[in-house]
């Protein structure tokens, strides 16, 4: 008997506009800033109202809709009023990207609730999965494989370094841009660079995933932004769907939604070996199985 999966909801509307709007011009930053704040408002608008609200032309209005893959702004009404007829709140009230100074702390919870299980929903829903097959087979195959990342994004890496050593994988990991520099000058062919950056713009891990990929190296980037010098650069894209909540750029919903992608890419290599994976791992747990103080 065949086991019933529950779909994967598509990834919304509203991630897909965030995740473009460093990317976009400045007359399509306004309109995805309208459509952003009152969704439903634009659903019922026609192109000319919009451009007239946004002091932009209608071909910049049809532009923003080609860059988010619709064919036009009748599809991107459709989608806005479907979305917006799954919920009676607004974007941003739903989501609950925002912090008040007057939230109560049960507010405050709740707001980080939803923002993470949005972002990991986001995530997952849209992203690429051939291109995430790619990176376990590169991964898993690779003679060497460097990390880079610094700040929060630091710690995501270095916990899937250490997920990699259970399983007989050694990787490193660099957060200082000249200690990456300096290993992405020895690597080459058959090896593997992985740059995590939420923004996609962090110098200090767009360098060494640069000069990998000069080396020969495949590189990998995972980022929120798949318009951003890090996705431009690489090989091979993973893009997270995360919103920051005030006070909290860079925060965990982000580094959630990198985990979610960086857990997947681990177990992925895991099944590709998993007689020796299994063993490995078996053999680790044992090593430490004497530092767990029981009752």
Do not use: K
């Not at 974007?91 to 709740?110: C, F, I, Q, Y």
Request: aromatic fraction near 4%; include cysteine; charged fraction near 20%.
């Amino acid at each position: 008997m065949t086991s019933a999966v529950a779909a994967t909801p598509p990834p919304s509307l509203e991630a897909r506009i965030h995740g473009l709007l460093p990317a976009l011009s400045p007359a399509q930053a306004r309109i995805a800033t309208e459509v952003l704040r009152d969704p439903a408002a634009v659903a019922s608008s026609t192109i000319g109202q919009l451009a007239a609200r946004c002091g932009t032309s209608l071909p910049s209005v049809t532009r923003f809709c080609l860059a988010l893959g619709l064919a036009g702004y009748a599809e991107l009404r459709l989608a806005l009023a479907a979305e917006s007829g799954r919920s009676s709140l607004s974007w941003e009230r739903g989501t609950g990207a925002e912090v008040g100074p007057d939230d109560s702390l049960d507010d405050v919870l709740r707001t980080l609730l939803r923002a993470d299980t949005r972002a990991l929903e986001d995530t997952v829903a849209s992203l690429d999965v051939d291109a995430l097959g790619r990176a376990v087979e590169a991964i898993s195959n690779a003679r060497r494989i460097d990390m880079y990342a610094v700040s929060g994004s630091a710690s995501v890496a270095e916990d899937l370094r250490l997920r990699l050593h259970r399983i007989g994988r050694g990787a490193n990991t660099w957060s200082d841009v000249h200690n990456a520099l300096t290993s992405a000058a020895l690597l080459g062919v058959g090896d593997v660079a992985v740059g995590i950056s939420h923004s996609g713009e962090t110098v200090e891990v767009l360098e060494p995933l640069e000069r990998a990929g000069r080396q020969g190296a495949t590189t990998v980037a995972i980022t929120n932004y798949p318009r951003s010098p890090l996705a431009r650069t690489a090989d091979i894209v993973l893009v997270t769907s995360a919103r920051d909540v005030t006070f909290r750029t860079g925060g965990l919903s982000g580094r959630h939604a990198q985990m979610i992608v960086l857990d997947a890419l681990y177990l992925g290599v895991a099944q590709r070996d998993y007689p020796l994976a299994e063993q490995a791992f078996d053999a680790t747990s044992e090593a430490i199985s004497t530092h767990r103080r029981r009752p």
